[in-house]
Every structure is written in C-alpha cells, then in structure tokens.
C-alpha cells in the first residue's frame, strides 16, 4: 500500500547548524501534511503543517518545503538548539479519506555540542 | 493548562486480565483517537471518536474497545490483552478530525503485557 517514510534514521548536526529531515511519500491524492517532534518520554507534538497547494511554510525556526513533483516533503530548522533533539515524523493525509493519516516512522535528529 | 491526560504512564499486565487506559481533555475537542507506537511502525491509528456515543475503527482495532459517553473522556479497553498488544499508546485531541494545528497529544502509556 501507499506509505510515508524517510530518507535517513538518524541525524547528526553540530549546534548551530541548520538541520533538514527529508520525507518521501507516494500517494498523489495525498493533500496535506504535518510535521511532528516526540521528545524522549513525550507523546508527538505538532510542529508545522502544510497544504498541497503551497510549496512551502515558514514558522518560527522552522521552514517546511513540499515538492509535489516528486512527492518529497522537508523540514528544516534553522540553527539547531540542544531543545531540538527529537524524533521528528512526518505524516500525510488523503483527501479521499479526510478521517486518515498517516505517519511516519521517524528520524532521530541528534545535537552535537 | 490544555492538555490531553492519559492513565497510566506504565503497566505491566498478564494475558488475559482486562484492562482500562484512561484519556481525559480539557480543550473541549470534539475528535479524540487512540494510537499506539511499534518501533519500525510508526503510530497507529486503533480507534477515533468525532464526538460523544461516536466512535470509528481506525487501522488497528482488533483486541481494543472504546467508549465515549463524555466529550472529554475517551477510554482504551483491552478486554483480553495479549502479549502482541505490548505496545506505546497515545491519546490524542483535536478540533477536527485531522491531529494537526491545535491537536494534543498525551504524554503515553507503555503497557507490557506478559
């Protein structure tokens, strides 16, 4: 079936440096999509989303891309604190199915001093 | 304070004696779900609720029960737990049925059932 995933498992990015989580997905219906941070102990937390219709989405720190040309979705933060480190997922939803999403499995994004 | 109060953090069971997971709200969300989180897996949708006596199968329902007679409570119930079901489990909250801007989730319960 059509699923979510990620490039890389694990991540490693000196303090400072701008970190970026690549997520692959291959549903063409699929018309929104969420990023998520799960620090250790802690249930996810919503971070940014973004719109089929946009290409990307900034917050605070953090800059989401979508590339629906070859399904690709990133999240990149900029300057990269310890409070970063997490496990970050991304998941999508199907427009023909408004009650679904689907996540991720994670990278883990590990700070360096 | 918002937040989604998930009973309790920890559990260890035997196989086969009923239990309750209890999930509580305090942001008036109508949808509420229930995940649980396998390494290499992802989270999982079990079940979802878009509003009170409203509850849906999400992807994983077998062997788990529900029940939503208060908007802002939403129990997970494993009638007969098996050693498969050892798992991390989250409740979530949202304004709609979508977990994304304004969802909560709760913090976990890592239940082991031997």
């Known amino acids: 079936g059509e699923s979510v995933g990620l490039h890389l498992p694990t991540l490693s990015v000196q303090e400072g440096d701008n970190s970026i989580i690549n997520c692959a997905y291959s549903?063409?219906?699929?018309?929104?999509f969420i990023w998520y941070k799960q620090e250790s102990g802690k249930g996810p937390q919503f971070i940014i989303d973004?719109?089929?219709?946009?290409d990307k989405r900034q917050g605070q720190r953090v800059t989401v891309l979508l590339n629906k040309t070859v399904k690709h979705l990133s999240l990149q933060i900029a300057a990269t604190q310890p409070g970063d480190s997490a496990v970050y997922f991304c998941?999508?939803?199907?427009?023909?199915?408004?009650?679904?999403?689907?996540f991720g499995k994670g990278t883990r994004l590990h700070i360096l001093p | 304070e918002a937040q989604v109060t998930q009973n309790p953090r920890y559990l260890i069971t035997v196989t086969g004696k009923k239990l309750t997971v209890t999930c509580s709200q305090n942001?008036?969300?109508?949808?509420m779900s229930w995940y649980r989180q396998d390494p290499g897996l992802g989270l999982r949708q079990i079940y979802y609720?878009?509003?009170?006596?409203?509850?849906d199968k999400g992807d994983v329902p077998e062997g788990y029960k529900v029940s939503r007679k208060e908007k802002r409570n939403f129990p997970l119930i494993l009638e007969s737990p098996s050693p498969n079901q050892t798992s991390l489990y989250f409740c979530?909250?949202?304004?709609?049925?979508?977990?994304?801007?304004?969802?909560?989730f709760g913090q976990g319960t890592r239940l082991t059932v031997v």
């Open positions: 609720s878009m509003n009170v006596e409203v509850t």
């Open positions: 942001m008036n969300h109508e949808y």
């Open positions: 973004i719109r089929s219709n946009m």
């Open positions: 549903n063409s219906a699929s018309d929104y």
């Open positions: 998941a999508e939803n199907d427009r023909n199915r408004d009650d679904k999403i689907i």
């Open positions: 979530a909250s949202s304004l709609s049925r979508l977990p994304g801007r304004g969802a909560f």
